[in-house]
């Protein structure tokens, strides 16, 4: 079975602009989260969606949002970029009803 | 007080040494612990899952859960240079349909042939 599927995994932008995420849950699992991972915070989580609904968020600015589509995966999306999102963007999936998360390999975000 | 506490390390043992990894969490709701490997530039891999308190054995993985210290463990015999990563805690209180987890910072290991 694949696994969680980040794309893209190396993005470079500048401050101001905006960058969206992509990330494709291991089949069959409809719960996807997003977490931040920095040398200073370490992972941080930002949000959790299911069937479509956000059911969770963590402590982030509202310039951080997100979107589940029907089939489950997922998009992220940060606006105004500071230099401080700066970091991997990690996404996991999980089947509903187990709290067990699986990881893709993330997206390295690098603001200039 | 950071709801998870990880020494941060790093951990340096040889190869064949047993690795003792460890955290400790204030929020008593916790109920499910997990341990993840993450390898340089690569995302958090699952080791061990466990719920509540006890033992589980997987291999030469050890967890272990005392939730009357708030205390976690993860154990490794007979370690090999292919174990060096970053190991990390994770907790969740598996409230209703939260499926947030908590992280400690994570310990960095090498293990030295």
């Known amino acids: 079975k694949a696994g969680v599927t980040q794309t893209p995994r190396y993005l470079i932008k500048t401050r101001g602009q905006q960058v969206t995420l992509s990330c494709s849950p291991i089949?069959?699992?409809?719960?996807v989260s997003w977490y931040q991972q920095t040398p200073g915070q370490g992972l941080q989580f930002l949000f959790e969606y299911f069937s479509e609904t956000q059911r969770n968020k963590g402590n982030f600015p509202g310039r951080f949002s997100g979107r589940q589509f029907s089939n489950s995966r997922s998009e992220m999306n940060v606006s105004t970029l500071e230099l401080g999102d700066s970091a991997l963007y990690l996404c996991a999936s999980s089947i509903a009803g187990q709290e067990t998360q699986y990881f893709g390999p993330g997206t390295r975000l690098l603001v200039l | 007080q950071k709801e998870v506490e990880q020494d941060p390390g790093p951990l340096s043992v040889p190869e064949g040494a047993i690795v003792s990894l460890n955290c400790t969490y204030s929020?008593?709701?916790?109920?499910?612990f997990m341990w993840y490997r993450q390898y340089s530039r690569k995302g958090p891999e699952l080791l061990m899952y466990?719920?509540?308190?006890g033992n589980k054995e997987d291999g030469r993985f050890t967890a272990q859960v005392d939730k009357s210290s708030k205390y976690i463990s993860l154990f490794i015999r007979d370690s090999q240079p292919s174990d060096s990563a970053t190991y990390l805690c994770?907790?969740?209180?598996?409230?209703?349909?939260?499926?947030?987890?908590?992280f400690g910072k994570g310990t960095l290991l090498t293990v030295n042939p």
């Open positions: 089949s069959g699992h409809r719960s």
């Open positions: 994770a907790m969740s209180d598996g409230g209703g349909s939260n499926y947030k987890l908590t």
């Open positions: 466990t719920y509540s308190s």
């Open positions: 929020n008593s709701a916790f109920q499910y």
